[in-house]
């Protein structure tokens, strides 16, 4: 999660566990703004007179920044103390989600987006060593835990609260909404927070030189194509579940089951990856993944057909229920396992590819969220099947890549 050495400070103490907490709301509020605007991309879209499809560059144009910027801002931002960079990054984060909210136009709100970027990949790597560098050693990984935690619960909550957010208020008071919580997460760091020293800066140069190694360039490609699978789709998540007949009432309700798959599916990944290894976990993730948005991609079409009635739609609701849950569980149990990869063909950097493979994640995120926004006007149907037809190339590239990225003598 990091891309800096971890040490421990002279506040570290078990009392440091109760400061991961005001961390995890940070890192809450960081995922819930990175994934609350799917799920009012529609009223945006009406609000600022354009497009869903242009709509969803926000989604797009925050992923891609966050991707540039991570290894850039922690080279740049490394020497400063972690307590000032972290309040200044939810300060940053809340100020652009504000700028957001007021956005008149879509160029502005796209400024806004680029902004919020930049706070999100200060704040999230630097949330995870402080945690670990304000605790014992033996409570590092709770710690760890509990500041990843938040990012999970904003996985399984964020397009759902923007959603609801869009029938019962506003888009742009869902983002003000957000605002105010990175704010009050700010200033409750600065009470709380201890002292907590920078890091020696490592060269930008220095850190990139992983990727020269060829086994490394066989694992994160991966990441971003896996990424990409999961979002070409969710990325417009409401309007191609409405595609397939859910109704309106029960689209908040598929996005919530989407969201309890990926937080299970990150987690039995976990546990699964330790017990079977991590290409076992990521071959089944990915068949799972793309059985899922295959059937998707059938029941859109079927949609599609005039002769489908109100009662054939609504007994096919369970059914998508279903795939949208196992959909959410494919593409979020990538994490653990290719975070495991990398360790293991780069055990002397294990903080800068885990880094590394966060950006990996936001630009799968920014690519698929283009090609959906660029296949939406051919129907759910193709968005579905273009996400299935990347997952089963992702699965197909692992099985053709694990070659290379075993370590040698494995």
Not at 178 to 201: D, H, I, Y
Request: hydrophobic share 55%; aromatic share 6%; with cysteine.
């Amino acid at each position: 999660m990091s891309n800096v050495s971890i040490k421990p400070t002279p506040t570290a103490s078990p009392a440091g566990l109760s400061a991961t907490l005001v961390l995890a709301l940070g890192t809450f509020a960081v995922g819930t703004d990175a994934f609350v605007v799917a799920g009012f991309l529609p009223p945006m879209a009406e609000d600022l007179g354009t497009t869903t499809a242009t709509a969803g560059w926000s989604v797009t144009v925050f992923a891609a920044a966050y991707a540039v910027l991570s290894p850039v801002l922690a080279t740049l931002l490394a020497r400063l103390p972690r307590r000032t960079v972290l309040i200044a990054a939810l300060a940053v984060l809340g100020l652009a989600n504000l700028g957001s909210a007021l956005a008149p136009s879509m160029a502005a709100l796209l400024a806004t987006r680029v902004l919020a970027a930049a706070g999100a990949a200060s704040y999230t790597p630097n949330a995870g060593a402080a945690a670990a560098s304000l605790v014992r050693p033996g409570q590092r990984a709770r710690a760890l835990a509990v500041v990843v935690g938040g990012l999970t619960v904003a996985t399984a909550v964020g397009v759902p609260l923007g959603n609801a957010a869009s029938h019962w208020s506003s888009w742009r008071t869902a983002l003000a909404t957000v605002a105010g919580l990175c704010l009050l997460v700010a200033a409750v760091l600065s009470l709380v927070m201890p002292p907590v020293p920078g890091s020696p800066r490592v060269p930008l140069r220095t850190r990139l030189a992983v990727l020269r190694r060829p086994a490394v360039l066989t694992v994160l490609p991966l990441t971003v194509l896996g990424m990409a699978a999961g979002y070409v789709a969710y990325a417009y998540s409401v309007p191609v579940l409405t595609a397939v007949h859910v109704p309106e009432h029960s689209v908040l309700w598929m996005l919530l089951l989407y969201g309890l798959g990926a937080v299970a599916g990150n987690l039995a990944s976990g546990w699964a990856t330790d017990r079977f290894g991590s290409s076992a976990v990521l071959t089944a993730g990915y068949a799972v993944m793309t059985l899922a948005l295959g059937g998707l991609a059938w029941l859109a079409r079927l949609a599609a057909d005039t002769d489908v009635t109100d009662v054939a739609d609504t007994e096919a609701v369970p059914l998508v229920g279903l795939l949208v849950l196992l959909w959410g569980a494919g593409c979020w149990c990538q994490t653990p396992p290719q975070q495991h990869r990398l360790i293991e063909v780069a055990p002397q950097e294990a903080p800068l590819v885990v880094s590394l493979n966060s950006s990996g994640i936001y630009a799968g995120i920014g690519l698929g969220s283009v090609l959906g926004g660029a296949t939406l006007g051919s129907g759910a149907g193709a968005v579905y099947g273009l996400a299935a037809g990347l997952s089963a190339l992702a699965l197909l590239f692992l099985r053709v890549s694990l070659r290379w990225s075993r370590p040698k003598g494995s």
